[in-house]
């Protein structure tokens, strides 16, 4: 069965930090991704990537970055986190469809 | 992007009441996927649709690909307490991300 693994549950952090959000999977998928989930918004893409090193910009990618170094690990950076950012979180990954979650990150920013 | 317009946003139904939410789209989908997030956790699979036309069952969940490809609907016959979630639809971009709808949650009052 796919895992994928979100490093934390809930994050408290404060303006101006910057944050890093782990995922890991354990099914070799060449695609993951990361979604933000706000109450009336569902699942809004922020970034993905395709590949080791690969990244694209999804739907809301400023104030975000993220990176690919390993084909099993994509991590989610807030450069310089904000109130606004407070958001659950979800990473994601697949080969072909569907899409295999993690049980997310809930962040508060303050 | 294309846009996914799911309804209702909420539901408050009767324990053994049947359910019904439908998503539509802006463009063609070749798939379409319907998904649920129980609380605290991340969204799962629930039911995958390929086809134009196509019905596909899940226990007492039941699911349409529109004719059009533009549409798809999600049934649950007899609902349970533990039907309450969150249901959000999506269909697969082109640009080989997943496009969200903004869910509909469910209350089942036993």
Not at chain 1, 41 to 65: A, N, Q, T
Not at chain 2, 8 to 32: A, K, L, R, Y
Not at chain 2, 77 to 95: E, K, R, T
């Amino acid at each position: 069965d796919v895992k994928v693994t979100q490093s934390s549950r809930y994050l408290v952090k404060r303006t101006g930090e910057k944050v890093f959000l782990e995922c890991v999977q354990d099914m070799d998928h060449e695609n993951m991704f990361w979604y933000r989930q706000d109450p009336g918004l569902g699942l809004r893409l922020i970034y993905f990537s395709y590949d080791v090193k690969m990244k694209e910009k999804g739907d809301i990618p400023e104030g975000y970055s993220v990176s690919r170094e390993k084909k099993e690990r994509f991590s989610l950076i807030l450069e310089s986190a904000s109130t606004n950012q407070t958001s659950m979180y979800l990473c994601a990954s697949r080969r072909d469809s569907p899409l295999h979650f993690g049980n997310g990150t809930r962040l508060t920013v303050t | 992007g294309q846009q996914l317009n799911q309804s209702p946003q909420s539901m408050f139904i009767q324990e053994g009441e049947d359910v019904s939410m439908n998503c539509t789209s802006s463009s063609i989908f070749n798939t379409w996927l319907w998904y649920k997030q129980d609380p605290g956790e991340g969204p799962v699979l629930l039911i995958a649709l390929y086809k134009a036309g196509e019905l596909t069952s899940n226990g007492r969940l039941t699911a349409q690909f529109g004719i059009t490809r533009k549409d798809s609907f999600l049934n649950i016959s007899a609902s349970i307490p533990s039907d309450v979630g969150i249901y959000f639809c999506a269909g697969p971009n082109p640009l080989n991300d997943m496009r969200f709808g903004a869910g509909t949650r469910l209350t089942v009052k036993p």
